[in-house]
Structure formats: structure tokens, C-alpha cells
Nanobody, 132 residues
Framework: QLQLVESGGGLVQPGGSLRLSCAAS????????IGWFRQTPGKEREGLSC????????NYADSVKGRFTVSRDNAKNTVYLQMDALKPEDTAVYYC?????????????????????????WGQGTQVTVSS
């Protein structure tokens, strides 16, 4: 059973930065592509970014492109989401999820939704609050 744990969330002022981590427990992440998502109460879950198993290929939603950067360190079984120039609209619970299919993740992000059944493992989420 693969378990993912997000960390690094917190309170930050507009324009500030945070780095989120997604760490695997019990199994290696190097066989999986990882997606980052966020959700606010009353809104649909939003796909933000995907990174392939090797870390060579990435993609981003228009809402975060140019501000967020995804990376991974497979030796540490950890994926990161660097968030810069944060806005109040970025306030949400942030999740990471693992999938065998990078194509599935990209499709979800680019199409602004779709089936999530291909994401077999999810973290518990970490709260990010952007407020002045």
C-alpha cells in the first residue's frame, strides 16, 4: 500500500512563497507520475500540475503557469511544488496523487477535470492560506 503525505502548507501573505512536499511511505515513487490538485469548499477539485516518473516532463494549469514549479527527487521519494507570487485565490487544500499514467494526469489538467479513478493513491492534503 502506497501512502503519500503532503507537508509545507501554512499562512502566507499575497506575493509570498511556499514549497509543498509530497513524500511516499513504504514504497518508491519512481514508478509513478505525480499530480498536484487543490480544492476549496463548494468548488470542483482543480488539477494544477503533473510530473512524469523521471521528472523530465511537466505540465501546468493556466491558473498557476509561471508561478508554480513542480520537481522531484526520486532518491528521497519526494515530489515538490514550489509556489511563488501567491494570490488569495490560491487558498485551498492541496493534494498530491500518484498514477501510472502521465497522460491521464495531463488530460485532467488540460481538460479542467475528468475521471480520477486512475489516481490510486492520495495524500491527506495540506492547507494553504494566502491572506493579508
Amino acid at each position: 500500500q502506497l501512502q503519500l503525505v503532503e507537508s509545507g502548507g501554512g499562512l502566507v501573505q499575497p506575493g509570498g512563497s511556499l514549497r509543498l512536499s509530497c513524500a511516499a511511505s513504504g514504497f518508491s515513487l519512481d514508478d509513478y507520475s505525480i499530480g498536484w490538485f487543490r480544492q476549496t469548499p463548494g468548488k470542483e477539485r482543480e488539477g494544477l500540475s503533473c510530473i512524469s516518473y523521471s521528472g523530465v516532463t511537466t505540465n501546468y494549469a493556466d491558473s498557476v503557469k509561471g508561478r508554480f514549479t513542480v520537481s522531484r527527487d526520486n532518491a528521497k521519494n519526494t515530489v515538490y511544488l514550489q509556489m511563488d507570487a501567491l494570490k488569495p485565490e490560491d487558498t485551498a487544500v492541496y493534494y498530491c496523487a500518484a498514477t501510472w499514467s502521465y497522460h491521464l494526469c495531463v488530460g485532467y489538467v488540460d481538460n479542467r477535470g475528468g475521471p480520477l479513478s486512475g489516481f490510486d493513491h492520495w495524500g491527506q492534503g495540506t492547507q494553504v492560506t494566502v491572506s493579508s
